[in-house]
């Protein structure tokens, strides 16, 4: 029994660290555009803070200084990925006092039910990092399948002084200030299905 409950105790640590190394990486969305090999740039977009980089090696970030200019699904996913490590720390904490084979907890009643709020405990931060893990790739994916978003898909060129617009422009036709290249086979409705 006493192994059983080590290698719990370790599994729930070990995820409680992937918990929070999942929470501070950058790498939540990668965006590559490579026209050639010297001029690959690479963008990162986690939770604080987004990185560039080019094949050069320039690499730099910047955080997000406020949570007013940050889009709301992922001030929600901040949230949630929160109290999943905070939730990982409690559990980590009742499940070591609940072993049996440690002094602190009482009686072995005491000590199965501190084990047992582990469990819903650990349980509960796993919900709260499923969820936000998935509305935010529930976002990427819907921005990647959305025909007019073009930020992902089209590459615009500069062509004069009135084409300063956001890469987000929504593209109707017709002509003006901007050049557009079609997208490639790669980014079909059925891409990855």
């Known amino acids: 029994m006493s192994r059983a409950q080590i290698s719990a105790l370790v599994c729930g640590i070990g995820g409680f660290g992937a918990l929070v190394a999942a929470t501070t990486s950058n790498e939540w969305k990668v965006t590559t555009r490579a ?3 010297i001029t690959a740039t690479w963008v990162y977009q986690g939770l604080w803070m987004n990185c560039a980089g080019n094949a050069l090696g320039s690499f730099h970030c910047r955080p997000h200084f406020t949570i007013f200019r940050v889009e709301g699904y992922i001030q929600a996913c901040r949230g949630l990925m929160i109290a999943a490590v905070s939730l990982g720390f ?3 904490i009742f499940a070591l006092f609940g072993m049996k084979c440690t ?3 009482g009686s072995d009643k005491a000590k199965a039910k501190t084990a047992c709020l582990a469990g819903v405990v650990f349980i509960l931060s796993g919900l709260c990092s ?3 893990c998935s509305l935010y790739a529930n976002k990427i994916t819907t921005e990647f ?3 007019l978003f073009m930020e992902q898909k089209m590459g615009y060129t ?4 009135t084409s300063v617009m956001s890469s987000r422009t929504k593209y109707q036709g017709g ?3 901007f050049k557009t290249t079609s997208p490639s086979k790669q980014f079909d409705k059925n891409a990855y299905v």
Do not use: A, I
């Open 103 to 105: 002094k602190v907890g």
């Open 35 to 37: 026209s050639s090999v």
């Open 158 to 161: 500069y062509n004069g002084p």
């Open 145 to 147: 399948f959305d025909p």
């Open 130 to 132: 499923m969820t936000g």
């Open 90 to 92: 409690f559990g980590s």
């Open 175 to 177: 002509e003006g200030d």
